[in-house]
């Protein structure tokens, strides 16, 4: 258990967040034992940073719902590029909401949680690149499309930050990294296809008090933009099912567990 805070002192948020479940209609007794643990935590809410699916199926969503149906706590996701692989995002968002999960697509939701109101900007990010080489909008039509897909997520942050400006508590969740720092550990030649630090501009200029994301299954647990912290929640770096946080909704402090 690593502490950033342990002065226990005033009300707190419970986060159980994990990315890249990767949910198969095989794995579908593991992922109910794992989401029913979640009972006995005590969490307040549970956020999915993307890649629920194996391939982006339909079947494999419904997994994870039917999972998540016997939850008293709210669940919040992202989607990932492997929810979008099968070309049945519609079907994969229609099934996580029959499961009651709130899917977040470049939009926010507010939830009443510990007696204060919780904001939660959600975006899936997208690719192009940090510091050490990024995607330029030029060239070829399908190379600058890929840039603009990665401004719409930007812009998309930017709107749902600046609608949950007024809570108390601010999170962020994501699939693709906004830093260079929870990547470090997967092979530097494939860092630009696993997100981009202009996702990070919102991020420092409106200083949430916690952002999560997954994606990179090599990199590393955390970062940080400025002073606001960013965990890579993917399931093979957590190296467990969820990764619980505790956010002091009195002071705006975070503890890992």
Sequence with gaps: MGVIDDDRDGRCLRIAAAGD????????ASIAAAIGEL???????????????????PSEAA???DACRGLDVPVVAVLGNHDWHAGRRAEVIGELEEGGVTVLERSHAILELCGVEVGIAGVKGFVGGYSR?????????????????TTR????LERALRSIEPCPVRIVVMHYSPIEAT???EPVGIWPFLGSDRLAAP?????????????AHAGRFAGAISQVPVYNVSVPVIERDFWVFELSVDRGRTRIH
Excluded at 23 to 28: I, L, V, Y
Excluded at 49 to 54: E, N, Q
Excluded at 133 to 149: I, Q, S, T, W
Excluded at 203 to 215: K, N, R, T, Y
């Design 21 to 28: 479940l990767h949910c198969r209609e095989d794995h579908a």
């Design 39 to 57: 009972q006995a935590l005590g969490v307040d809410i549970v956020l999915l940073c993307g890649d629920l699916t194996a391939h982006g199926l």
């Design 63 to 65: 997994v994870l719902a």
């Design 133 to 149: 080489g990024h995607l330029p909008d030029f060239g070829e039509p399908a190379l600058r499309e890929v840039y603009r897909e």
């Design 153 to 156: 997520e930007v812009e998309g």
């Design 183 to 185: 990547i470090e550990g």
């Design 203 to 215: 991020i420092a200029e409106h200083e949430p008090d916690l952002v999560l994301h997954g994606h």
